[in-house]
């Protein structure tokens, strides 16, 4: 089974500076699907940015960028110029190309986001 | 476009007591999903239907049924609810699988 891990369970930026969020996944597939969601206070899950594993450019929506390393099933998402807006629970998941599982979206346990002002 | 809706958006049973949680898409959707999120959690999947017609369990079934009653329409339903089935529940639509899931507002189920 898969599984994705986000190890910080808290981070905290400054605003204005960039902070990145690490996640980590087991898969013995070789084509899949990676998402970054975001989620607010108002409890809306919200897509931030989405990479094609099999697509060797990283995925960059405005300010959000993502770092996918396939060799080492590691996907970080940056965010640059953080404002306060940005402080959620950012959630990572996985989900394999084809197959069984391909419709399942695994998620890691989240890391919430506090933004200073 | 309202995108996706949920009702109720909140709800308390006393154990035993059955419920339906309601959802519907208005994008034309093909595949729909039913989610819980419990605190500390990830959100785990419950049941799925890839296309009108057809449904799939997820990982963490037990105790719930799913009904794809049209396109537009995948509702959930706890037969005899269980205080283990306090959570808030997601629904979600994509046209496909590996595409952007859009998730409806939540509703949070207390079962006492």
């Known amino acids: 089974a898969q599984t994705v891990t986000q190890s910080q369970p808290e981070m905290s930026v400054q605003e204005a500076e960039t902070v990145t969020l690490s996640c980590t996944y087991d898969?013995?597939?070789?084509?899949?699907?990676l998402f970054w969601y975001k989620q607010p206070p108002s409890r809306q899950m919200i897509l931030v940015i989405r990479?094609?594993?099999?697509?060797?450019q990283n995925a960059t929506e405005n300010r959000f960028s993502v770092n996918f390393q396939k060799a080492a099933k590691s996907f970080s998402l940056k965010i640059s110029d953080s404002q306060l807006g940005d402080a959620a629970m950012y959630f990572c998941?996985?989900?394999?190309?084809?197959?069984?599982?391909?419709?399942?979206?695994?998620f890691g346990k989240g890391t919430k986001l506090s933004v200073i002002p | 476009n309202a995108g996706v809706t949920q009702t109720p958006k909140f709800q308390v049973l006393k154990t035993g007591q059955s419920m339906t949680l309601q959802c519907a898409q208005d994008?034309?959707?093909?595949?729909m999903y039913w989610y819980r999120q419990d605190p500390g959690m990830g959100l785990r999947l419950i049941y799925y239907?890839?296309?009108?017609?057809?449904?799939d369990k997820g990982e963490v079934p037990n105790g719930y049924n799913v009904s794809r009653l049209n396109k537009r329409e995948f509702s959930l339903r706890l037969e005899s609810a269980a205080p283990s089935q306090t959570s808030v529940y997601f629904c979600?639509?994509?046209?496909?699988?590996?595409?952007?899931?859009?998730f409806g507002p939540g509703t949070r189920l207390t079962v006492t």
């Open positions: 994008m034309n959707h093909n595949s």
């Open positions: 979600a639509s994509n046209r496909d699988r590996g595409y952007e899931q859009y």
């Open positions: 990479q094609e594993a099999y697509k060797q």
């Open positions: 239907s890839a296309s009108e017609g057809t449904t």
């Open positions: 898969t013995s597939e070789s084509d899949y699907y």
């Open positions: 998941a996985y989900s394999p190309y084809s197959g069984a599982g391909s419709y399942q979206l695994t």
